[in-house]
């Protein structure tokens, strides 16, 4: 029993390790609430061919759940040596 969760608990670090490494060369630049506008803005960084990765910090103060898409937050994240031109894109019209 106490190997399993010696186990266990060895399998969340190294996941969450990963999780830390996977972010340390990409820079937050936007922070979205709502899937509208986070689309939007996922949009422009597609166009201009930007990779990006999103990152959804859990909300569990949700109290209406029905409309959890309105209110959920979304950080989007670009290479840190794009982020001025990822800004540039994310700001266009």
């Known amino acids: 029993m106490y190997i399993m969760i010696g186990i266990l608990v060895f399998v969340i670090a190294c996941a969450v390790i990963a999780k830390l490494i996977s972010y340390k060369y990409w ?42 898409h309105e209110t959920t937050q979304y950080d989007v994240f670009v290479k840190k040596e794009q982020e001025h031109i990822a800004q540039r894109a994310i700001n266009k019209n």
Not at 28 to 36: D, L, S
Not at 38 to 46: F, G, I, P, S
Not at 50 to 67: A, S
């Open 27 to 68: 820079t937050c630049i936007h922070t979205a609430f709502g899937n509208e506008n986070y689309y939007k803005v996922v949009a422009k960084l597609e166009r201009e061919g930007i990779p990006f990765k999103t990152k959804t910090p859990m909300n569990l103060g949700t109290e209406n759940f029905q409309n959890r």
